[in-house]
């Protein structure tokens, strides 16, 4: 928060070089108008941030407190009804347990391929534009329609994959990709890896592109292997890619929704409902909206938790 | 590796470089190829019985409410989306980076906060806010949800690019008697309209793909937009699923997406590059 000065504690200090105000002769009066001028532009910002973000964070604290079903709206407080209604159900554990495997799963091969990509394309060979662009060009598409492309791609009956291992005699049935739980887990990583791969490699692109070519012509003329390079200073130097990286991978698949909700519904048996899909569930399925509220700032809690820790652990290791 | 090599080794040596890059490429351009192949050829159970055509395209015209209905409904959501964000982020960059007034930096860090609190976790209490909004079911609460989202990229790009504008270039347009807002006008807005173009781009990406926002702020099948729409056509006629009006639909909705992306690339990478480097 910025207190405004005096003025005349502003007349003895220079004018900051961002007020154009050094020619005026009334210099106070022409301030302020300027600070009115600033506040005005600022006011549609200021607006939208008031109604459509903090009088809902502040709306679903209170829901979450209170016995609001989808139709009949507030009946009252009723904590902590809501929160121990949230874990006490018996999708609450396996749902927390799935969105964790999913994205330990999803952050090490997406960041992994990612890493591979952006070494790829990395040095100015003879058609590295068009792979950075074929790499990226699923990552134009939404998310939605990805998953609508893949569940065609996956079906047993008119689905490539499953007729090309047919035909090759790998198999004598129709798979099922999206039929048991391991495979329906796997082949939704396939599809979230091909769609956002592009994406994390233009990240670790910058990141690889700010490093210096002395520190690698250096190094070469010591004699270190091509290894001994990525080791020792590529991985280190792109740490802040990296980390920027992780941050968002993590963050994203906590949040993992349209993926399981077109492709796989949470099924078979309920084994890849996400958190947020059952926010969705008990509030538009179930119809209780102070139980959906509930989870929701236990989604947002442990979020918030999540960046102080990785903040914390990146700065920790910036000092060693 | 760049010693002294002969030519015939370094050519060999690269390689393997191509094979697994090209190997890649093939991974990453089937599914698009193979999609929009299927939605023009002969399937059972689909419109299109045999040889190839624009049967599954028909299923799509006459779906529900119809392709050119739902096609309307995204098309009016980005378009509000993308004004939207573009109107607000170009005043707040404008006031971020050239002004100062109480509660500045205070408002500037609740816009990024935005970006800490998961999509879900708002929604929830933006279905009943909009509903005593009277803006429930309606493509313009819908829009002003989705602009909201774009906020924190939006407002960040635009005031690093103000700051990136000389000084005097503004000051002397403001010695010349403009106002500040005729300032912005004349000499500003030119300025700044690639960081505009890039805002633009994701809104409409995000707009135009939005899935969840529209799921559980839409309850009328007639305001649905396409990708909603797709996405329930699947389970059509009787518990049967269409394979082929699904791969249609996916091909229009990627289409215009493909397309902006290819023409504005440049655009693109950079909203990536300061996103990036600065975070």
Redo the contacts between chains.
């Keep these: 928060m910025q207190v405004k000065a005096p003025d005349r504690a502003a007349a003895e200090h220079p004018v900051r070089p961002d007020t154009p105000d050094r020619r005026s002769r009334t210099p106070a009066l022409l301030r302020r108008s300027r600070t009115l001028q600033g506040m005005a532009y600022a006011a549609p910002t200021a607006v939208f941030v008031a109604v459509f973000f903090l009088l809902p964070l502040l709306l679903v604290g209170q829901m979450s407190l209170s016995d609001w079903p989808l139709l009949a709206g507030d009946r009252g407080g009723n904590a902590p009804e809501n929160y121990t209604d949230a874990t006490d159900s018996t999708l609450f554990w396996p749902a927390v347990r799935f969105t964790l495997l999913y994205t330990v799963l999803v952050t090490v091969v997406l960041l992994g391929l990612a890493l591979l990509l952006a070494l790829l394309v990395q040095e100015s060979r003879p058609g590295a534009g068009f792979f950075r662009t074929v790499y990226f060009l699923p990552g134009a598409l939404g998310l939605a329609s990805a998953s609508l492309l893949f569940w065609g791609l996956y079906s047993p009956s008119t689905g490539p994959l499953s007729r090309t291992l047919e035909r090759l005699g790998l198999v004598d049935d129709p798979v099922s990709f999206l039929g048991t739980p391991t495979s329906a887990l796997l082949s939704t990583v396939f599809l979230v890896v091909w769609k956002f791969a592009g994406f994390y490699m233009l990240i670790l692109l910058v990141g690889l592109q700010r490093i210096p070519h002395e520190v690698y012509e250096a190094a070469r003329m010591d004699g270190a292997s091509r290894g001994q390079i990525f080791r020792s200073i590529t991985l280190p130097l792109l740490r802040p890619s990296l980390a920027l990286s992780l941050l968002l991978c993590v963050t994203g698949s906590l949040l993992a929704f349209d993926q399981f909700f077109v492709l796989t519904k949470g099924g078979p048996d309920n084994s890849t409902v996400t958190v947020v899909q059952l926010i969705y569930r008990e509030a538009f399925q179930r119809l209780n909206l102070g139980t959906a509220a509930a989870l929701s700032i236990i989604v947002l809690a442990a979020l918030l938790l999540l960046n102080v820790l990785q903040f914390r652990g990146l700065r920790h290791a910036d000092d060693s | 590796?760049?010693r002294d090599t002969p030519v015939l080794t370094r050519a060999l040596g690269?390689t393997p470089?191509?094979v697994?890059?090209g190997g890649?490429?093939v991974?990453?351009?089937f599914?698009?190829l193979?999609?929009t192949w299927?939605s023009f050829s002969a399937?059972?159970g689909t419109a299109q019985e045999s040889g190839y055509g624009f049967g599954n395209y028909r299923t799509l015209l006459d779906y529900d409410a119809g392709l050119w209905r739902y096609l309307l409904n995204s098309t009016v959501v980005s378009a509000l989306t993308v004004a939207l964000t573009l109107?607000?982020?170009l005043?707040?960059g404008?006031?971020?980076a050239?002004?100062?007034?109480?509660?500045?930096?205070?408002?500037f860090l609740?816009?990024l906060?935005?970006l800490?609190?998961?999509?879900?976790?708002?929604l929830?209490?933006?279905?009943?806010?909009l509903g005593r909004l009277h803006l429930q079911n309606s493509l313009i609460g819908l829009s002003?949800?989705l602009?909201?989202f774009q906020?924190p990229f939006a407002?960040f790009m635009m005031r690093i690019s103000f700051e990136a504008v000389p000084?005097e270039l503004?000051?002397s347009a403001?010695?010349d008697g403009c106002g500040?807002a005729g300032a912005l006008r004349r000499v500003l807005l030119p300025a700044v309209r690639p960081g505009l173009i890039t805002v633009g781009l994701f809104a409409f990406?995000a707009a135009?793909?939005?899935?969840?926002a529209p799921?559980?702020l839409i309850s009328d099948s007639e305001k649905a937009p396409l990708?909603l729409a797709?996405?329930n056509l699947?389970q059509q006629s009787m518990g049967a699923?269409d394979?082929g009006a699904?791969?249609a639909?996916?091909v229009v909705?990627?289409v215009p997406?493909?397309l902006?992306?290819?023409l504005l690339?440049r655009h693109y990478?950079r909203g990536?590059?300061s996103g990036?480097?600065k975070?």
């Design positions: 590796m760049r690269r470089h191509y697994v890059a890649l490429a991974i990453f351009l599914p698009l193979w999609n299927a399937q059972p109107g607000v982020s005043l707040g404008y006031a971020f050239r002004f100062r007034f109480p509660g500045k930096n205070l408002l609740l816009t906060a935005i800490m609190v998961p999509y879900a976790t708002l929830i209490p933006l279905y009943v806010l002003l949800v602009a909201m906020l407002t000084r503004e000051e403001l010695v500040t990406l135009w793909n939005d899935f969840i799921l559980i990708p797709v996405a699947r699923v394979y699904t791969e639909g996916v909705l990627a997406c493909l902006l992306f290819l690339q990478v990536f590059m990036a480097l975070g």
